[in-house]
């Protein structure tokens, strides 16, 4: 493989990453629309397949429609998403083409997401941003346990998500160049309101649904809803542990003639719900290829989760004294969060004054256990064992056996007990714009300054944990040859999971400033459209990580030192890194459409645009330790760089009793990043890697009497272009498709309406992934069918059955760890799909 020149101090980090302890609101928000409220859909956009006359409100510098527009818009109604029956927020977004979602984490959210053969590196959403009504919720979609969908939710106060793919993102968000998803308020502008409740049929969730909004008088509507949820959510967990609640609210004022409007907003989100990590399955594998996987013996992963009714509490050891604790395990992902807004808009003068401001008080927390499958002599072998035995459960007391396994199987995985308890966020954005005629032609400049504040503050206790894998399986004790207790409870150690990483403190907070500068000419049938940004990224605070106590540390106090005790870090305050760098960036975006008639319109863009790296850049080269500086000639890694080439049409026809729509786009995608993830078990943890993609994204829709169809296709030809640890080590990924990265991602939804009854479904799926950036084994591909069934009760009722994974398909959402030969079977790591679940709704509209 062809090596990249590398200047001597590159290929010096790059050694220094592979081995030693490093290896352990949108910033232009939608607009108010003059002239159909974001909450009213006319029978003509109804007609309009693929919603070409909807006016794009995200990411654009002008509120116009998709056809005028040099981008690539999809907007998702709630229709869409009750028929789809998703499950999380993840499955949401199988809706909408360009978007590939990793959606098996479950509905806590910590799901991969990623767009346009953009990388899914480091977990999360990193070039992705969620917005509630043109504001982020979060200002970072990958923060270590801090997931963009952490802390969204998808309810009956949205009218609509509309997504900008690659385009103007660049330059109209910060954090954000490969999309931004903008989950838009309904405001009241149509008086109305629905109560409904969905009961899971075959899993235990029980779901309240409420909204309302209306006039208060003719220049003052509100709108106001929520939910609240309980059970344990799509796979059994025995432990309750889904329960929660979102309420929302706004009223808003217009003045000035309808000219000008303010808008207040408030938002409570107070919810713990499961999250699901990898589980093993029996794969048929021949030579590179893994294909037919199925669930072991005694445990179905399609119902089944790495939850147990013995491991939800689990000892502890104070980060910073060693006191004994105890947390919990099994609650998932927390999120406690609070926010208020406020929106103001008005013309005066031929200016247009806007502004958009958002605070929030959130917390979080993320406590899980992560299952490592091995089988019983390879766990006593790792950690020089002679026997082992059930510390609770059925057998507890007895000797373990891999016949009395569950599944023959055993988990020395992470036991995690992460808390956040501050991830506070502040964004606001100011902007004036005027319209300017030059000659019949129109021209509509913006200037505008976002400001935006991100607080990361964490603290990690993350142990390594022996368990039995199944069902409710029980904790293991490791015992030497004298029969002297290796672990306690089933810990190998205290905050010692991954060579020690996990005893972690970190206060960082994180400021942005970024002016901008967009220009709208309007001439005959072409738009054509050029924006800059610059962002100014401060990051300041202070971290520190885990020393191992020499001799190990009496953490119960009984004045022995014995099995986990023996294997403790705590947090090094002594040693504490500051965190104070500067970085900032350049953002351009230039697209021209053409309207060639009224139902034909093609477009072109280019655009580049930035990712700075937030708290995934700490504990890393690339930060000075002492200084709390970027260091010296590193600076280009505190920032990812995008670029985009866009070549897109639209095309919209009538026939006979129906109407069809067609939006395709050509798509070329290149990014440079730096790229961290402490919980990676192939490959570095941490590394500088390039990425290369070109594509297809085509979106479609059909409406011909009662029958309907939605079909998307994006194909993504992905290659590795850089990789500083491989090329440093002589191991490169360059020129190989990355893990987890397919060649196609499709969906295909039909429905039909027979007088009160409506019945459909939604087939999504993609083609074979290799298992990680080495292509050592292919994945083949899989297909899931959900279906739907709502009958009109009245006028005002109905009844809704959904129906998830029809088929009940072994599936893995990305690509799988493995395989291995353990006990006799080709076992794979994979998180996996749901099986099939059933919901039924009955809701009531007034």
């Known amino acids: 493989m062809k090596k990249h020149p590398q200047a001597p101090r590159l290929n010096q980090i790059a050694a220094l990453l592979a081995t030693s302890s490093f290896a352990a609101m949108l910033a232009l928000p939608a607009h108010a629309q003059d002239a159909k409220p974001a909450d009213a859909v006319s029978a003509d956009a109804k007609a309009d397949a693929v919603g070409l006359d909807r006016v794009v409100v995200t990411g654009t510098s002008q509120a116009k429609s998709k056809m005028r527009s040099s981008v690539s818009v999809t907007d998702v109604d709630q229709e869409q998403v009750t028929n789809l029956g998703a499950r999380s927020e993840a499955e949401v977004l199988k809706l909408i083409p360009g978007i590939r979602a990793e959606s098996s984490a479950g509905p806590g959210g910590n799901s991969n997401i990623a767009v346009r053969g953009l990388p899914i590196a480091s977990g999360g959403a990193k070039f992705v941003q969620f917005q509630e009504d043109g504001l982020p919720v979060v200002e970072f979609g990958d923060m270590n346990f801090g997931n963009n969908d952490y802390f969204i939710r998808f309810d009956n106060n949205v009218d609509r998500i509309q997504t900008l793919r690659g385009g103007s993102a660049a330059t109209l968000a910060s954090q954000a160049p490969g999309a931004v998803i903008n989950y838009i308020s309904k405001t009241g ?13 075959n899993y235990n969730e029980t779901r309240v649904d409420a909204d309302y909004g209306g006039r208060l008088a003719s220049d003052l509507t ?4 929520g939910y609240f949820r309980d059970g344990e959510g799509p796979r059994k967990s025995d432990t309750s542990s889904l329960h929660g609640y979102q309420l929302k609210g706004n009223i808003t004022k217009t003045f000035n003639g309808g000219k000008g409007y303010v808008r207040g907003y408030f938002k409570v989100l107070d919810e713990n719900a499961p999250t699901y990590t990898g589980m093993p399955a029996v794969a048929s594998v021949s030579g ?18 790495q939850l147990s009714i013995y491991n939800q509490t689990m000892p502890t050891a104070d980060l910073f004294t060693g006191r004994a604790g105890v947390a919990n395990i099994s609650n998932g992902i927390t999120v406690s969060s609070k926010a208020v807004g406020l929106e103001f808009k008005n013309e005066v003068g031929g200016w247009t004054v806007e502004d958009r401001f958002k605070i929030s008080s959130t917390s979080s927390s993320f406590q899980t256990q992560f299952w490592s499958t091995n089988t019983l002599a390879g766990v006593l072998g790792n950690l020089g064992g002679a026997s082992a035995k ?24 992470a036991a995690i007990n992460q808390q956040s308890p501050d991830m506070g966020h502040f964004a606001n954005d100011l902007s004036v714009s005027r319209n300017f005629d030059l000659s019949g032609s129109k021209l509509n400049a913006k200037a505008g300054l976002y400001m935006s504040k991100q607080d990361i503050v964490q603290q990690w206790q993350i142990s390594e944990r022996v368990m039995e894998i199944g069902h409710n399986g029980a904790l293991i004790d490791i015992y030497d040859g004298a029969g002297n207790a290796l672990t306690t409870a089933g810990l190998t150690g205290y905050n010692n999971q991954w060579g020690g990483c996990c005893a972690r403190d970190i206060d960082a907070h994180y400021s942005n400033t970024a002016p901008y500068l967009a220009l709208n000419l309007e001439s005959g049938d072409f738009d054509f459209e050029g924006a800059l940004r610059r962002d100014n990224f401060k990051a300041r605070g202070s971290y520190a990580g885990g020393k191992q106590v020499t001799g190990g540390f009496d953490v119960d106090g009984n004045g022995t030192i014995s099995g986990a005790e023996k294997n403790v870090y705590l947090v090094d305050n002594v040693n504490r890194s500051p965190i104070n760098y500067d970085t900032s960036y ?18 072109a863009r280019v655009s580049k645009g930035g990712r700075a790296i937030a708290d995934r850049l700490l504990f890393s080269p690339f930060v000075d330790a002492k200084t709390g500086a970027l260091t010296a000639g590193l600076e280009q890694y505190a ?3 995008v670029k985009q080439k866009e070549l897109g049409v639209k095309y919209r026809g009538k026939f006979d009793g129906g109407n069809f729509g067609l939006f395709a786009t050509l798509f070329q995608t290149t990014t440079e990043e730096y790229d961290y993830d402490q919980t990676r078990t192939v490959g570095p943890k941490l590394n500088v890697k390039g990425f290369k993609a070109n594509g297809l994204e085509l979106e479609s829709a059909l409406s011909w009497g009662n029958f309907g169809l939605n079909a998307n296709a994006v194909y993504t030809d992905q290659t590795v272009t850089k990789d500083l640890v491989g090329d440093a080590t002589g191991n490169s990924t360059v020129g190989k498709t990355p893990g987890g990265q397919p060649k196609w991602i499709y969906s295909l939804s ?23 950036d080495f292509d050592t084994a292919q994945v083949a591909g899989r297909a899931i069918f959900n279906a739907f069934a709502s009958y009109q009760l009245s006028d005002n009722t109905s009844i809704n059955l959904n129906v998830s994974n029809l088929f009940n398909k072994v599936a893995s959402s990305g690509g799988v760890g493995g395989p291995s030969n353990l006990n006799g079977q080709q076992i794979v790591e994979l998180r996996p799909e749901a099986g099939r679940t059933a919901s039924v709704t009955l809701r009531y509209a007034f």
Do not use: C
């Open 288 to 305: 590179t290829s893994v294909s037919g996987m199925s669930a072991l013996k005694n445990f179905d992963i399609r119902t089944e989760s």
């Open 390 to 413: 059930y510390f609770n459960g059925a057998l507890a007391g007895q000797t373990v056996t891999t016949a009395n396994l569950k599944t023959g199987l055993v988990s020395q995985g």
């Open 189 to 201: 502008n149509e008086p109305g309101g629905s109560v409904a409740l969905t009961r899971g049929l």
């Open 586 to 603: 350049t953002s351009y975006s230039l697209g021209a459409n053409y309207r060639a008639t009224k139902d034909l319109s093609v477009f």
């Open 639 to 641: 920032v990812a760089t």
């Open 222 to 225: 509100y709108h106001i809803g």
């Open 750 to 772: 039909p429905r039909y309406t027979f007088g009160q009854l409506t019945v459909g479904g939604t087939m999504w799926g993609q083609t074979a992934v290799w298992n990680n």
